[in-house]
């Protein structure tokens, strides 16, 4: 049996229990700050003004970045650009290599000479192929008005009709960009 000191004791420890359950609204601060609607509302404002500027940051750093590409790839361009037109000056001397080699003297002095033009040859062609400049191959392929120019058009029993008879002139290319087309004979 519980005596009346233990039943005063229970009810004395189940008193605060039975008074904090009832839940109400917190109350408000005693110092008069803000109450926890307004800091919550403070709270969601600030998270939304971060998203935004978040978003911002990262448009101006898209767009950056595509600027950055876009400027690159008009440096690369017209770098090619300028190499071509300077490439294409000196096409004109290969031009003339390439004729002075096929008359090329067999004996003699005049030998040892071309030899010694026939290595300047080769150092130039070199240079040109480190730059990134080849040669279209024409001679034999369907005529091709992107790589080829047509100077005349003729009957001919050994190659078919739309297909260069003859180069008269080399065509080159500086990567894909072509910068000289070939002169070319085409068969009818």
């Known amino acids: 049996m519980e005596t009346a000191n233990e039943k005063e004791s229970m009810s004395e420890q189940t008193k605060p229990l039975a008074e904090a359950a009832p839940e109400s609204a917190p109350p408000p601060p005693p110092d008069g700050g803000p109450t926890l609607e307004a800091l919550q509302k403070e ?11 978040l ?8 767009d950056f970045a595509n600027y950055k ?12 650009h300028a190499a071509g037109r300077i ?19 067999a004996e003699g002095d005049a030998a040892q000479w071309a030899m010694g033009i026939s290595l300047i040859y080769r150092k130039f062609q070199g240079i040109l192929e480190a ?15 992107q790589l080829h120019e047509a ?3 003729e009957d001919s029993d050994d190659h078919a009709s739309g297909h260069v008879i003859a180069v008269l002139r080399q065509g080159y290319k500086l990567g894909d960009r072509v910068i000289r087309p070939a002169l070319v004979r085409v068969a009818k």
């Open 55 to 62: 978003d911002g940051w990262q448009r101006a750093r898209a």
């Open 87 to 105: 490439i294409a000056r000196y096409l004109d001397v290969l031009d003339d290599f390439d004729r002075a080699m096929k008359d090329q003297p």
């Open 151 to 153: 100077v005349t058009h």
């Open 43 to 53: 709270l969601e404002a600030a998270k939304a003004q971060a998203a935004e500027y």
């Open 69 to 80: 590409r876009r400027v690159e790839k008009e440096q690369a361009e017209t770098h090619q």
């Open 131 to 145: 730059e990134g400049v080849t040669r279209i191959e024409a001679d034999g392929q369907v005529f091709d008005p």
